[in-house]
């Protein structure tokens, strides 16, 4: 596993700077109308627990992530059964990929940044469910020892 701190995606995209030229690897080449590839959501579970995924774009929940398969198959399954069809989902344009933004033919070393940079973004989003799963266990342990408190006999 890969890990942000130790910089692989910064660089590979140095590495792509030096093949392709300072010039064309910079602010220049981006899109004037840029829109995210993925994004990061979160919700809370009823025990208060926060959340947060990585969800591509285009869809609304991580599920949605296979959703055509899964129309697929449910719709064929409707068929044989003879159930009425559901229309198909509405699929929305999913974004340019920004590495067209730099020529047809791209380093290996700016797919790679591309692709460190995404585990990183992943990896952030692990991180920041670990802390709040870690800070309500915490929060467990001081009600808890608190509770405990309450219930040693006190010393005349």
Known sequence: MRHVADGKGWLSLSKARYAM???????????????????????????GLQKFWMVRAGTQTPEEVGSREAAFLSSAL????????????????APQ????????????S???????????LQLAADMASLQSR???????????????KQLEPRAP
């Open 21 to 47: 030229g300072a010039k064309s690897v910079g602010p220049l080449q981006y899109a004037s109308h840029m829109e995210p590839q993925v994004r990061v959501s979160t919700s809370e579970g009823q025990d």
């Open 78 to 93: 409707r068929r044989r059964k003879g159930l009425p069809r559901t229309p198909e989902p509405d699929s929305s344009p």
């Open 97 to 108: 990929n920004p590495l067209k933004w730099f020529g047809i033919l791209v380093p290996h």
């Open 110 to 120: 700016l797919r790679q940044a591309q692709a460190s940079f995404r585990e990183g």
């Open 134 to 148: 870690i800070n309500w266990g915490r929060s467990q342990l001081k009600e808890l020892q608190e509770k405990l």
